[in-house]
């Protein structure tokens, strides 16, 4: 097992063998978001979409908080005035829904406005049971951002993701599991509960073939935007190809052999 932390102000970024964590990380402030964290995001993600290696990137915030949207405080001292962003980080959304690994919003904690962007374009998310959800941008005077227009009326539908969005009201772990914005609640009353569910949910997606975990992602990429024709094809293209390596005959080996499968990523 190897690891490799990359320094950074506000975040944590590591990478231990084939997974990386992503943990946001003001703890002074819950995690609350500033440019900085923004850019530094940003550039993590690009390097974890650009790793071939990576199978799993875990997004979360570090103590008892993913995190709360942009640090008002922050926003309403005017610092942010004279720390502006340029366009290209506001990609956040897109690296974490489309880089080949698959990624999971680990939601430890309070998490609204552009967290929750960034939470919903994971590929899963799981949140404790002590976590608060809102969308939030309306209640500070602006419409948002990180695409939560984009991602929420995929999750939950056009209905639900405009009141969620037009009444920003606070919800608990329980409705975001009920509306299907998560897809597991872990209760953390014990305060390692959450992190043992976390680590288990990786440990499972790690031990799948990396060439099925990747095609599978891409799969349902290319599913959001081609027809019903096209893409079946392209999927059974793909699938005749799988059948032609190692990794798959080995999985479907030791199925049959009730034994855990050794791959070699051929």
């Known amino acids: 097992m190897t690891a490799t932390p990359t320094a950074y102000e506000t975040i944590r970024y590591e990478v231990v063998d084939d997974v990386a964590t992503l943990t946001m990380h003001r703890p002074e402030r819950r995690n609350a978001m500033t440019n900085t964290m923004v850019r530094e995001t940003y550039e993590a993600l690009t390097v974890a979409a650009a790793d071939p290696s990576l199978r799993v990137l875990v997004l979360t915030g570090s103590g008892t908080s993913f995190c709360p949207g942009a640090d008002l405080q922050w926003v309403a001292d005017g610092d942010s005035a004279s720390d502006r962003l340029d366009p290209e980080p506001f990609r956040i959304p897109a690296l974490l829904h489309e880089m080949p690994a698959v990624t999971i919003a680990a939601v430890n904690g309070a998490c609204a406005g552009a967290a929750l962007g960034w939470a919903c374009a994971c590929d899963l998310r799981i949140a404790a049971g002590s976590a608060r959800f809102n969308t939030a941008f309306l209640d500070v005077g602006v419409a948002g951002d990180m695409a939560l227009p984009w991602s929420l009326p995929?999750?939950?539908?056009?209905?639900?993701?405009?009141?969620?969005?037009?009444?920003?009201?606070?919800?608990?772990?329980?409705?975001?599991?009920?509306?299907?914005?998560?897809?597991?609640?872990?209760?953390?009353?014990?305060?390692?509960?959450?992190?043992?569910?976390?680590?288990?949910?990786?440990?499972?997606?790690?031990?799948?073939?990396?060439?099925?975990?990747?095609?599978?992602?891409?799969?349902?990429?290319?599913?959001?935007?081609?027809?019903?024709?096209?893409?079946?094809?392209?999927?059974?293209?793909?699938?005749?190809?799988?059948?032609?390596?190692?990794?798959?005959?080995?999985?479907?080996?030791?199925?049959?052999?009730?034994?855990?499968?050794?791959?070699?990523?051929?």
Request: hydrophobic content about 45%; cysteine-free.
């Open 154 to 266: 995929r999750l939950l539908g056009a209905s639900k993701a405009r009141d969620l969005m037009f009444l920003p009201d606070k919800f608990d772990a329980a409705e975001a599991h009920r509306i299907g914005l998560v897809a597991r609640v872990i209760d953390d009353v014990d305060a390692s509960a959450f992190t043992t569910a976390v680590r288990e949910l990786v440990t499972r997606l790690t031990a799948f073939s990396p060439a099925a975990l990747r095609t599978l992602k891409q799969n349902f990429l290319d599913a959001e935007h081609q027809s019903l024709s096209d893409f079946a094809l392209v999927e059974a293209e793909r699938h005749i190809g799988l059948f032609r390596l190692d990794d798959t005959q080995e999985a479907f080996a030791a199925r049959v052999e009730k034994r855990p499968p050794r791959f070699t990523g051929h």
